[in-house]
T-cell receptor, first 116, second 112 residues
Framework: GAVVSQHPSWVICKSGTSVKIECRSL??????MFWYRQFPKQSLMLMAT?????????EQGVEKDKFLINHASLTLSTLTVTSAHPEDSSFYIC????????????FGPGTRLTVL | SQKIEQNSEALNIQEGKTATLTCNYT??????LQWYRQDPGRGPVFLLL???NEKEKRKERLKVTFDTTLKQSLFHITASQPADSATYLC???????????WGAGTKLIIKP
């Protein structure tokens, strides 16, 4: 149980285009999903917290107009990188929170974004 | 500010030995602590969670200890195998908006 999928697993795009990444909880309902970014050999950097049916909460320094998050259902959250630039190239990982008693997060496999 | 420290140096262990990883934290009193495994190019995988009132937790070859006085957690892998080679992350609950505070991870290399 507690499987989270991400699509696509990798994407290469041209500078200036927008890219959408999907995160789905397959066998549980996730009221909260998280989006992380990870650079090589560095830890996870939380970008935003996504709550179903409400606006995402962005971390300081993360541009909400550049990284659009939509959490339309209890099993799906999307991250859209708008007008992508080479500096946006990174590994993007989502996680879904299961359970109310403890903050147990299950992660997707990640999406490798390369902007040319 | 809240801070988590994990050994940034890679840990090289001979196969069959016990690997011990350390997670230290400051300026914080978490209700629980979690350990995750991350392989290159993959998302983290949850391994173990230990609560503040638990001293030790075991799962197969894994053992986690939690010392709230020392503000430290130790993660042990007994009878280590090359397949255990990965980066291991510790995380603490941040209490706000269900976020976790993450350590930078320790790369573990098990040599055959």
């Amino acid at each position: 149980g507690a499987v989270v999928s991400q699509h696509p697993s990798w994407v290469i795009c041209k500078s200036g285009t927008s890219v959408k990444i999907e995160c789905r909880s397959l066998d549980f309902q996730a009221t909260t999903m998280f989006w992380y970014r990870q650079f090589p050999k560095q830890s996870l950097m939380l970008m935003a917290t996504s709550n179903e049916g409400s606006k995402a909460t962005y971390e300081q320094g993360v541009e909400k107009d550049k990284f659009l998050i939509n959490h339309a259902s209890l099993t799906l959250s999307t991250l859209t990188v708008t007008s992508a630039h080479p500096e946006d190239s990174s590994f993007y990982i989502c996680s879904a929170r299961e359970g109310l008693a403890v903050n147990l997060q299950f992660f997707g496999p990640g999406t490798r974004l390369t902007v040319l | 500010s809240q801070k988590i420290e994990q050994n940034s140096e890679a840990l090289n262990i001979q196969e069959g030995k016990t690997a011990t990883l350390t997670c230290n934290y400051t300026n914080y009193s978490p209700a629980y602590l979690q350990w995750y495994r991350q392989d290159p190019g993959r998302g983290p995988v949850f391994l173990l969670l230990i609560r503040e009132n638990e001293k030790e937790k075991r799962k197969e070859r894994l053992k986690v200890t939690f010392d709230t006085t020392l503000k430290q957690s130790l993660f042990h892998i007994t009878a280590s195998q090359p397949a255990d080679s990965a980066t291991y992350l510790c995380a603490l609950d941040a209490d706000s908006n269900y976020q976790l505070i993450w350590g930078a991870g320790t790369k573990l290399i098990i040599k055959p």
